[in-house]
């Protein structure tokens, strides 16, 4: 199994960037789905980004589409989601998230998430 550890979240205005991270322990990162997922208050959990095993095949919600780019990097255990064009309805706490499969539906071992804030 797979822990996660995420970073990276703020405060920033609409039409800004952050990049969040997350952090993997466990020796078998290589053949895990890696995603990520958010929730904003009063709204159930959603996703945002996933990206394969193989560091390739990105798949996105439409909401974040071409705003947003995910990646991995294999030497250092990390997932990253680089987040550009910032709107306030992006704003929610960002989670981690791995899975054996592709399906949305089969992610878990959910880090603590951290949270993002886009101002008007």
């Known amino acids: 199994q797979v822990q996660l550890v995420e970073s990276g979240g703020g405060l920033v205005q609409a039409g800004g960037s952050l990049r969040l991270s997350c952090a993997a322990s466990g020796r078998t990162f290589s053949s895990y789905y890696m995603g990520w997922f958010r929730q904003a208050p009063g709204k159930e959990r959603e996703f945002v980004a996933r990206?394969?095993?193989?560091?390739?095949?990105?798949y996105y919600a439409d909401s974040v589409k071409g705003r947003f780019t995910i990646s991995r990097d294999y030497a250092k255990n990390t997932v990253s989601l680089q987040m550009n064009g910032l709107k306030p309805e992006d704003t929610a706490v960002y989670y981690c998230a791995a899975s054996r499969t592709v399906h949305i539906k089969d992610f878990g071992s959910w880090g603590q998430g951290t949270q993002v804030t886009v101002s008007s």
């Open positions: 990206i394969s095993w193989s560091g390739f095949s990105p």
